[in-house]
């Protein structure tokens, strides 16, 4: 008897226990609910809200494009609820990153908020500094891509006949713009060392990316062929050694001082 009498309290207080739990978990939904729609009002309160978005900066980009895409993300709200109009809420880092992601001639993208609540976006294009060919090197190619500093192909080029900028020719798997040529620090240290032959009187044109070598052809048609892989530093000394030598000196013509280098061998160089 006394068993049961107990068995039918804990059941009471757990069914007790059980409404002041709903009952403070709806009390709670309720303010919580009541403070996010005085919140959200609070929040579009005209001083508060962003009027209009102004594009600043030189881009080939289309203004228009880049204000439209910056309008859809002010129209989007946090949580369904709060405005991203808001010149305190507004999301700076997913503006900047979505127009850099969307269009890939711009290198970056920097949003403020002035006085009179215009939220200009300051945006830079990237900058042409060589351009890539294809996967082969094929005299007069015309289907040319530009590449930043990183190696970055970022828009399609015009055709360039003369030396504007060394052209590159390699392997890019997949939709060329927004590809690298190279992982970008290997890039870096390749255009280092090609612009360092200009210091041994050589004028490099087209560089060829191959998978165990690459060349790099320079002005008259003469090239150095050497490892992928190889220290630039070693072989610029040994690219210097070879030009300086007396035997290549007196072999070396006027008009083309030489057809080939080859720079694959260690301790051993070819050149014809």
């Not at 127009?99 to 290198?107: A, D, K, S, W, Y």
């Not at 320079?218 to 992928?228: A, E, P, V």
């Amino acid at each position: 008897m006394i068993s049961r009498q107990t068995t039918l309290r804990s059941a009471k207080r757990k069914q007790e226990r059980k409404k002041k739990f709903i009952f403070s978990s709806a009390i709670f939904t309720a303010v919580f609910v009541v403070f996010a729609v005085v919140v959200s009002f609070g929040l579009r309160i005209e001083r508060f809200q962003i009027k209009s978005v102004r594009i600043e900066g030189e881009s080939v980009v289309s203004p228009a494009k880049i204000t439209a895409l910056v309008e859809s993300i002010l129209d989007a709200k946090y949580l369904l609820l709060f405005s991203q109009r808001n010149t305190f809420l507004y999301p700076s880092k997913t503006i900047a990153a979505a127009i850099t992601q969307n269009f890939e001639r711009v290198l970056s993208a920097e949003p403020d908020v002035t006085e009179d609540n215009v939220l200009v976006v300051h945006v830079a294009d990237r900058e042409p500094h060589a351009i890539w060919c294809g996967s082969v090197k094929v005299p007069g190619a015309s289907d040319c891509y530009f590449i930043d500093t990183e190696g970055r192909i970022f828009a399609a080029a015009p055709y360039f006949s003369g030396t504007a900028f060394i052209k590159y020719y390699g392997v890019v798997t997949g939709e060329p713009i927004g590809a690298y040529l190279l992982p970008a620090q290997n890039f870096i240290d390749l255009e280092a060392f090609v612009f360092s032959l200009r210091g041994l009187s050589l004028e490099p044109q087209d560089v060829v990316l191959g998978a165990a070598a690459d060349e790099i052809y320079f002005r008259g048609g003469s090239k150095i062929i050497f490892k992928t892989h190889d220290a630039y530093a070693a072989l610029f000394e040994s690219l210097k050694t070879v030009l300086g030598s007396i035997a290549f000196k007196n072999a070396a013509s006027s008009t083309k001082p030489f057809e080939y280098i080859d720079l694959r061998f260690q301790n051993r160089i070819f050149y014809k």
